[in-house]
């Protein structure tokens, strides 16, 4: 209990400086041949709110040739709350006839996917995008593991994280020392039996510099380029 007190002063503190954090990246994408290279731009924002929950924002889209071929617009949007545990998701495809519209009633411990209800059996509930911000609160040391349960927007999974090696990593935004964290168990983290691999930097700030996506239609590799506040 003191643990979960003194994470939450943490998070407070994180983000008593800075209401609105924006993380702007580049995507690239191998193994589809005739889109191959920097295919896209990706968005990650959060935004404090009121009653200790904040509002996280993630936009895809293809750009260049690939927008030419592909035109394509993804946009989630989850609400969660100051443990960084979800409480919502909408998703929205631009080319798709496709919504998705989740809400997660904590008191009872069930999703309502569209209509659809799950049960889970957690105090904490992450998205893989919430994943990826609460990690940065985490104490990341090489061969620390860490366990979760993730809702990938279909089903609830049982992760097991942990801070494999140590390595030197170029990106857009610059060059930094970085924690290699990955999954050590066999569960995909998200749908198209993706595989989730994150580098954060070696300091305090714990800036997430890249992420690695492996998808049965392709690896896609965000780079950072830029961070906004405000």
């Not at 920097?38 to 009653?51: F, H, Q």
Request: with cysteine; aromatic share 10%; glycine share 4%.
């Amino acid at each position: 209990m003191l643990k979960k007190i003194i994470l939450l002063i943490f998070i407070a503190t994180l983000f008593s400086k800075s209401e609105i954090e924006e993380y702007i990246y580049d995507v690239e994408i191998k193994g589809i041949s005739i889109i191959a290279g920097n295919v896209g731009k990706c968005s990650l924002k959060i935004e404090k709110k009121e009653n200790n929950q904040y509002n996280m924002n993630i936009v895809t889209k293809t750009t260049n040739l690939a927008k030419m071929l592909y035109p394509y617009v993804d946009e989630i949007k989850l609400k969660i709350n100051d443990y960084f545990s979800l409480l919502s998701i909408e998703q929205k495809i631009s080319n798709r006839d496709k919504k998705l519209d989740i809400k997660v009633d904590k008191k009872n411990k069930n999703i309502i996917r569209n209509g659809k209800k799950l049960n889970f059996y957690s105090d904490t509930l992450f998205s893989p995008y919430s994943l990826i911000h609460f990690l940065r609160k985490e104490k990341i040391e090489l061969n620390n593991q860490y366990a979760y349960k993730i809702f990938d927007g279909r089903k609830i999974k049982d992760i097991l994280l942990k801070v494999s090696k140590i390595e030197k990593v170029k990106v857009p935004y610059g060059t930094f020392e970085c924690f290699n964290i990955k999954p050590i168990n066999e569960e995909n983290i998200i749908k198209n039996n993706g595989f989730l691999e994150l580098w954060y930097t070696n300091n305090n700030e714990k800036i997430p510099v890249k992420i690695k996506l492996e998808t049965n239609i392709g690896t896609f590799i965000m780079k950072l380029r830029k961070i906004n506040k405000k």
